[in-house]
């Protein structure tokens, strides 16, 4: 693997989910792979798990590892070309992303949406200059429009977690899980990299023959068909809850109307009540997650909740892409 930006970069979910879970069996098994190399982390914006999974991950292939808040404690980035550079921006993204790549074997970067110009969001333009101007592999950690690694842990999460129910009238073997990405509630208006990424990859493991998806969100609220081709959609969570054996509740902000909050009804908060209507379902969320206005407290806090195994599933992920790059570097 050379890169790792999308689902698009993964051959097959199956085989990638099994390497993980080699992995996670035996995590110190690949110390002389890493021997040497350095990965960079790169960060936009903030972050608490992937920056610690994604570091941990390295640290157990036996890498060295380097993080930069380039946000923050970086020279004020220009991305443009063309520009006199006579104003706030200090250093062009050519000379520092071309820099970082002879400091490292591997770069991870973070760069969120900006939400105020669709059509810019979607060209990945800050993201595709740090990929073309560092010249070595990258690894998403979120960038405008997906997070792959997110989505990776998810499928992981729910492989792992499955226990099928036997149907002897279905013969040897078991049904498939139906997961249901449910929209939820939020003040703010949030990016659709995670919802996105996880459309992406679920529809990919349902033609896999993992899975059965459904997204459910109010009007309005559509994901770009770019990422949900072959998904169930509809406006009616209650319905999308029936036989549900995971949900993954995300909020994110309207493509259609881009960057703007949109009045919404109610009971769309996945509680307890609306568990009922499920088969048990267990409750995923990729965190941060607001208690109470995304997610009850008594789901996050119940016996339902995947939340925190999900995260921990992060590390795993993280590494397993980590070691299919190291694998093919020269
Ligand atoms: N990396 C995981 C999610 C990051 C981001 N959440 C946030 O920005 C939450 C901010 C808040 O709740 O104020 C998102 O939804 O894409
Ligand atoms: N889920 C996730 O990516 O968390 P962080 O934003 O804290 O890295």
Avoid at 249 to 269: F, H, I, Q, R
């Amino acid at each position: 693997m050379n890169k790792f930006t999308s689902v698009h970069d993964v051959p097959n979910i199956k085989q990638f989910v099994t390497d993980a879970l080699a992995l996670k069996a035996n995590p110190y098994a690949n110390q002389d792979l890493g021997k040497n190399k350095t990965l960079g982390l790169v960060f936009m914006n903030p972050s608490l798990r992937t920056r610690l999974s994604t570091q941990k991950a390295a640290l157990n292939l036996g890498m060295n590892v380097m993080v930069m808040n380039l946000d923050k404690e970086g020279w004020a980035l220009e991305t443009q070309d063309g520009v006199v550079m006579n104003g706030s921006t200090v250093e062009h993204i050519r000379e520092a992303a071309a820099v970082m790549g002879e400091y490292c074997d591997i770069l991870g970067l973070r760069s969120f949406p900006k939400l105020n110009n669709r059509e810019e969001d979607y060209s990945e333009d800050f993201f595709n200059k740090f990929v073309k101007y560092c010249g070595i592999p990258v690894i998403s950690l979120e960038s405008a429009t997906r997070h792959p690694l997110q989505s990776f842990a998810d499928i992981l999460t729910i492989h792992e977690t499955w226990k099928p129910i036997p149907n002897p009238s279905q013969g040897e073997g078991s049904r498939r899980p139906k997961v249901v990405l449910a929209w939820a509630p939020h003040i703010k208006a949030l990016p659709q990299a995670v919802p996105n990424s996880f459309a992406e990859w679920m529809c990919k493991a349902q033609v896999e023959g993992m899975i059965d998806f459904t997204i459910a969100q109010p009007n309005g609220y559509e994901l770009s068909e770019d990422f949900t081709a072959g998904a169930q959609i509809t406006h009616n969570l209650d319905e999308a809850l029936v036989g549900a054996d995971y949900i993954y509740v995300k909020n994110w902000s309207s493509y259609a109307e881009y960057g703007k909050v949109l009045t919404y009804p109610d009971g769309w908060m996945m509680n307890n009540e609306k568990l009922k209507l499920t088969n048990n379902a267990k409750v995923m969320h990729c965190l941060p997650v607001r208690r109470d206005l995304e997610l009850s407290s008594e789901i996050l806090d119940g016996p339902n909740s995947l939340v925190i195994h999900q995260a921990g599933n992060r590390l795993w992920a993280a590494q397993a892409v980590i070691k299919a790059i190291l694998e093919d570097l020269k």
